[in-house]
């Protein structure tokens, strides 16, 4: 026996721009060993025909709720907002997520292999954030990619009203902006006087929310901002040029507006989620269109259902409407692929058909970018998690 698979014949697209007819994907020990036309099958492997299907990376989506805020769970399974105070930053993401949430189920259906959970926007700062694949593990801990990758805030009418209605800081935009200003200066202050202690060689208490922001302020963690409007885009670049974040923009839906600003600064944009109502004032001016004049601008994107919002199986069929709103197709698939791997910072592992990176592969009936094309076959890390009820088992060893 042996773990080797080699997926022949489809029409392999890798995510980084390069599409090969009738190509072979070569897989061992979990990872990408080889993708061309011409490889030789290595004895005793697995042979998937991929004839007549297109045959993709993992898709990737960058901002979700996922096994955090569950499907069909009621307020059992809302976890995803610790929202008893304004500043949580201690909290992890990976703490909420049940696996066994259905909707891991539709990401596997929807070519979705790898997802960054983020704690919800209720809060100035909420959390940090964890990479996970789909499927793969008895718990979420054997699906962790990284385990905190990013420290989650929010700009807008998200906090405002969670705290608003208790009548309590923060109710306004200056008043969240107060909030995470404080909390950052408190955290320069706790590092100074740790590293202090740390050379006197004397005990110091460990606070774990203004230790995480800490590593946002070294740029361990990104600065995950979820902001709509303009003017609070401009808010989350000013406090990014105080405390030297390295930011990251969530939702974005009026970031076109500063579209050359972003560029400028390759400041990336996690846009969407594109098939929602505008359900709230900040959201008025969404359109995908807005995304394609940022790509336009050069600005770095990728695409979020922003699940539950909109479900996660969804996320390609949000990039077709991109597309038709005039997105290029390459940059539409590199924006669930590679893109999206690189601005979550898990491109050493995901996003692309390329040697050394995690065996997550995807066939597709046709072009994902079709909405009538379905997902056949699921494999991460080299292994099959998904077979769609119709497929045909192909193979041998």
């Known amino acids: 026996m042996t773990d080797a698979v080699a997926i022949v014949g489809g029409r392999v ?22 993708v061309g036309t011409g490889l030789a099958v290595p004895e005793g492997a697995r042979v998937i025909d991929a004839a007549g299907c297109w045959v993709l990376p993992g898709l990737i989506d960058p901002h979700s709720h996922i096994g ?67 499927a793969g593990g008895r718990s979420v801990d054997e699906q962790v990619i990284r385990a905190a990758l990013g420290m989650k805030s929010a700009l807008g009418e998200n906090p405002k009203q969670a705290y608003g209605e208790r009548k309590q800081l923060p109710s306004t935009r200056l008043g969240i902006a107060l909030v995470i200003r404080q ?60 405390f030297g974040l390295r930011l990251v923009l969530n939702h974005g839906t009026e970031a076109h507006k500063l579209a050359g600003i972003l560029a400028a600064r390759d400041v990336p944009v996690i846009y969407g989620p594109i098939l929602s109502s505008r359900s709230k004032v900040e959201v008025r001016e969404a359109d995908p269109a807005n995304l394609a004049a940022l790509a336009a601008a050069g600005v770095r994107v990728a695409l979020t259902t922003d699940h539950p919002v909109v479900p996660i199986g969804l996320l390609a069929m949000q990039a077709a409407v991109a597309v038709r709103a005039g997105l290029p197709r390459e940059t539409a698939l590199a924006a669930m692929t590679s893109t999206a791997a690189a601005i979550a910072g898990i491109d050493d592992r995901v996003g692309a058909l390329e040697p050394g990176r995690d065996a997550d ?29 119709s497929a045909a088992q192909e193979g041998n060893g």
Not at 215 to 229: M, N, P
């Open 361 to 389: 592969v995807v066939l597709w009936t046709g072009d994902p970018l079709d909405v009538a094309s379905t997902v056949r076959e699921v494999l991460i890390d080299g292994r099959t998690v998904y077979s769609a009820p």
């Open 183 to 242: 909390a950052l200066h408190d955290a320069q202050d706790y590092a100074v006087r740790r590293d202090k202690a740390r050379a006197d060689g004397t005990p110091f208490a460990v606070d774990l929310g203004k230790q995480a922001l800490t590593e946002a302020l070294d740029g361990t963690l990104t600065w995950e901002q979820h902001a709509h409007r303009h003017d609070d885009i401009a808010t989350a670049l000013r406090i990014a040029d105080e």
């Open 13 to 34: 697209v890798t995510g980084l721009g390069e599409e090969i007819e009738s190509g072979t994907v070569l897989l061992s020990d979990g990872r990408i060993e080889a």
């Open 68 to 134: 955090a805020h569950e499907e069909a769970n009621g307020p059992a399974g809302f976890d995803g907002s610790e929202v008893s105070s304004p500043v949580t930053a201690g909290v992890r993401a990976i703490d909420a997520v049940n696996i066994e949430d259905i909707a891991f189920r539709d990401a596997l259906a929807g070519g979705i292999t790898a997802v960054v959970v983020k704690p919800g926007s209720g809060n100035p700062i909420g959390g940090q954030s964890v990479a996970i694949k789909t």
